[in-house]
């Protein structure tokens, strides 16, 4: 039973310093990149929906943060915008989705060093990522 334990305690320990080495700066950089894209599209669907609430006669921003907080749309109209808006919205977000999944496939090679990267820039090496992530921080 000891040597189970052992055994599955080197297992770990070597699977987890397998990762480690599996993360190089190129990795991290990458991944800085790839969530500065993310972000910056997420930007932009804020600002459509911004734009598009702005536009529209009869609605305000206040109002609309009621609506998409969970209030009851008051009339038809409310209940209609409100389609209208998470269906642009969910679209935007598939494709954001999408975006993302092809990015850390096509630039990091594979879902597992994806994974590795996201995990080691939560602890070890969130300060170079937030270093990295600010020398190509868009304006």
Not at 46 to 73: C, D, F, H, I, W
Not at 117 to 122: P, W
């Amino acid at each position: 039973m000891k040597r189970m334990i052992l055994g599955s305690l080197v297992l770990i320990l070597f699977s987890n310093l397998s990762t480690a080495q599996e993360v190089t700066d190129e990795h991290v950089w990458k991944y800085a990149l790839m969530t500065e894209v993310v972000d910056q599209m997420k930007i932009d669907l804020k600002n459509a929906v911004s734009e598009t609430v702005n536009k529209q006669e009869g609605m305000t921003n206040k109002r609309y943060n009621e609506l998409a907080g969970g209030a009851e749309p008051a009339n038809d109209f409310e209940t209609k915008f409100m389609e209208s808006i998470n269906k642009f919205k969910d679209k935007r977000l598939t494709a954001i989705k999408s975006v993302n999944s092809n990015l850390a496939t096509k630039m990091l090679g594979s879902a597992s060093i994806y994974k590795a990267v996201r995990e080691a820039v939560k602890g070890d090496l969130k300060g170079k990522y937030e270093e990295y992530k600010s020398q190509i921080a868009f304006e």
